[in-house]
Every structure is written in C-alpha cells, then in structure tokens.
C-alpha cells in the first residue's frame, strides 16, 4: 500500500471539482499511476526512466500540435 500523502493530482485536473485527471507517487525506483475518479481502484507502476521518457514525448507532441 502507497501512503496517502505520497500521492500528487496533476496539474491539469480539468473542469469542474478538479478530478478529472491522473495523480502520481514517487516511489525509489518507479512511479504509480492511478485514475484520481477511483483512487481505490488498481494502480500501474512503470520505472522511472519510462515514465520521465513518457512525459517528455507528451511535452514535445504538444509543443508540436498546439
């Protein structure tokens, strides 16, 4: 089990009350994904490197195609 305060809502939460998005935990050698709508629900845990290599894709494909 993941601490509760280990957990971060992304910055991009949407409209509304703000859940509509993603929060992230920061554990030593990976990062845990989970849907922020249902908390309790599974979680997807992927190494680090990929995760930093995912988010600057992202970035660049929105750099890209603003």
């Given at each position: 089990?993941?601490?509760?305060?280990?957990?971060?809502?992304?910055?991009?939460?949407?409209?509304?009350?703000?859940?509509?998005?993603?929060?992230?935990?920061?554990?030593?050698?990976?990062?845990?994904?989970?849907?922020?709508?249902?908390?309790?629900?599974?979680?997807?845990?992927?190494?680090?490197?990929?995760?930093s290599?995912?988010?600057?894709?992202?970035?660049?494909?929105?750099?890209?195609?603003?």
């Open positions: 089990m993941i601490n509760p305060d280990t957990w971060t809502k992304s910055s991009f939460s949407g409209g509304g009350q703000g859940n509509a998005c993603v929060e992230v935990a920061h554990l030593h050698t990976h990062i845990a994904i989970r849907d922020s709508k249902t908390p309790a629900r599974a979680t997807v845990r992927v190494p680090a490197g990929a995760f290599a995912f988010v600057d894709a992202i970035k660049h494909a929105a750099e890209a195609h603003p």
